[in-house]
């Protein structure tokens, strides 16, 4: 890891907030990384590097209301978020032979993916287990899903408390994906700890999710598409993944099976060398 380039930490102020980043620079085209679902952009460290040191500029993005960023008090829905990264994009002049591969986890996936549909100015989408997110396919209603899917409380945690109780969590993963994970709480003045996106922005993107289907956007994406679903086994049946497979019109698969939803963070070695490949469709 010592042979990667390091990751430099900015801002940029967007329409109503202040939206951190954390990139490299690099003379290939850009990477814009977007992360899911009360999580960060360090999660992304590990394929950041990787991609800066293949050439490309990279930014990985805290989106509104987490990690670095700034919390403004609405916008915690899937379309704003994908406003948001359309301005990111017209504020660094991203376009032409410029014009950024964009992938999203979870989440992210939809945002992603609405931002291509709807705003354009992107070369390639990549979808990492995201993208076909629609709840209400799950929970006839939204208080059924926010009951199975809100998240837990870590009243009273300490840092040392966190990062010691961490410590056996996802085993599995490289240690540069294990300390991102930390970068989704924020230490309080009585030295404890609290998730960065507050419970009521997290259960507006919840609700969000739940009202949205991203199945009319799946014609509208027309730059190509990978799809880096995390599953169990190829699925041999009708999926939300093989539906998005089939109705994106330039979209491909790259199967992670056994692959933690975190799949970025997890395998970042793989997950670039799929976005570098992604990235060569394009210039190819």
Not at 81 to 89: E, F
Not at 149 to 160: E, K, Q
Not at 196 to 223: A, E, G, K, M, T
């Amino acid at each position: 890891m010592t042979s990667l380039p390091e990751l430099v930490d900015s801002d940029a102020e967007l329409p109503g907030f202040r939206m951190a980043l954390r990139g490299a620079p690099g003379e290939g085209r850009p990477f814009l990384l977007v992360h899911g679902l009360a999580s960060n952009a360090r999660l992304w460290d590990g394929v950041a590097r990787r991609l800066a040191a293949a050439g490309h500029e990279v930014v990985a993005v805290d989106q509104r209301g987490h990690g670095r960023s700034s919390e403004p008090e609405t916008g915690y829905d899937t379309a704003t978020a994908a406003s948001d990264l359309a301005d990111l994009i017209a504020l660094r002049g991203w376009t032409g032979d410029r014009a950024p591969v964009v992938a999203g986890q979870s989440w992210g996936g939809n945002v992603v993916l609405t931002l291509a549909a709807v705003h354009g100015g992107v070369a390639a989408i990549a979808l990492v287990d995201g993208g076909w997110i629609h709840l209400s396919d799950r929970f006839p209603t939204f208080d059924e899903c926010w009951a199975a899917l809100a998240p837990p409380v870590f009243d009273g945690w300490t840092r040392a408390e966190l990062e010691e109780r961490a410590s056996a969590w996802n085993a599995d993963w490289p240690e540069e994906g294990r300390r991102g994970a930390l970068g989704n709480f924020a230490d309080l003045p009585d030295a404890t700890v609290r998730p960065h996106l507050s419970r009521d922005h997290h259960r507006s993107i919840v609700h969000s999710l739940w009202l949205d289907d991203p199945r009319p956007l799946y014609p509208r994406v027309q730059v190509p598409a990978l799809l880096m679903p995390a599953v169990a086994s190829v699925p041999s049946v009708a999926t939300p993944v093989t539906e998005a497979l089939e109705l994106i019109p330039r979209a491909e698969v790259a199967w992670y099976v056994g692959a933690h939803h975190d799949l970025h963070a997890q395998q970042p070695d793989r997950c670039a060398d799929d976005l570098l490949a992604l990235a060569a469709r394009v210039d190819g």
